[in-house]
């Protein structure tokens, strides 16, 4: 079986400062992971994903995640944040048979 | 020239009254599936399709019923709508081979009144 799990639900971080969100899945097979964002009133669009190959995944809107396989995890980050940034944040696992299984999202609020 | 397209956006509706949801996607994918967000953001899967072919089923009610004309549509429709059927549902559609990433429909929010 496979889940994913989004360490914090939010994470209210100032303006030009770092961030980091966090995603541990569980798998016992070879996974591919995937970083969503959701703004407000929106649908959900791809950041990055992890399909293979080097472990750091550069991704839209500065934002990269590492994918760490011996600690399971693959965690976002941005070094320095905007307003604009603010949104909910999902990690996902691919699953086999067309399924992709969501983390229960972080939600990112920017303070000016 | 929206890759995937829901109507409608919200939906008002009482309860007991049957509805459906459309989605259309213009890119070529072969699988397209139904999400379900509830109000706490967590999104979880309710069905898919793949050329026109269920594939996943996940425990969802009979009063949810998935139709699929061709490979570009998948509809939705509800029977009998519950109060805890108010919901955001989101369309999805991707393609094999084509790194496994979705393209998300923006959604369509349900209120049962």
């Known amino acids: 079986a496979q889940s994913v799990t989004q360490l914090d639900s939010q994470v209210p971080v100032f303006e030009e400062a770092p961030v980091e969100l966090r995603c541990n899945y569980s798998?016992?097979?070879?996974?591919?992971l995937f970083w969503y964002v959701q703004y407000p009133n929106q649908g959900l669009q791809l950041l990055l994903k992890?399909?293979?190959?080097?472990?750091l995944v550069k991704g839209i809107n500065g934002f990269e995640a590492e994918f760490n396989k011996s600690q399971t995890s693959f965690h976002l980050r941005k070094p320095s944040v905007h307003i604009s940034d603010t949104a909910e944040y999902f990690c996902?696992?691919?699953?086999?048979?067309?399924?992709?299984?969501f983390g229960k999202g972080t939600k990112l609020s920017v303070i000016p | 020239d929206t890759a995937v397209s829901q109507t409608p956006k919200y939906l008002v509706t009482q309860m007991g009254n049957d509805k459906s949801i459309k989605c259309e996607q213009n890119?070529?994918?072969?699988?397209m599936y139904w999400y379900k967000q509830d109000s706490k953001k967590f999104l979880k899967i309710m069905f898919s399709?793949?050329?026109?072919?269920?594939?996943i089923n996940e425990t969802v009610p009979n009063r949810f019923s998935p139709k699929s004309p061709d490979k570009a549509h998948l509809n939705l429709h509800i029977n009998s709508l519950e109060l805890g059927d108010s919901a955001v549902y989101f369309c999805?559609?991707?393609?094999?081979?084509?790194?496994?990433?979705?393209?998300f429909g923006s959604g369509t929010r349900l209120t049962v009144v």
């Open positions: 999805a559609s991707s393609q094999e081979g084509q790194g496994y990433g979705y393209t």
């Open positions: 798998s016992s097979v070879s996974v591919y």
């Open positions: 992890y399909l293979s190959g080097s472990t």
């Open positions: 996902a696992v691919y699953k086999a048979s067309y399924q992709l299984t």
């Open positions: 890119l070529g994918h072969d699988t």
């Open positions: 399709y793949n050329n026109k072919e269920l594939i």
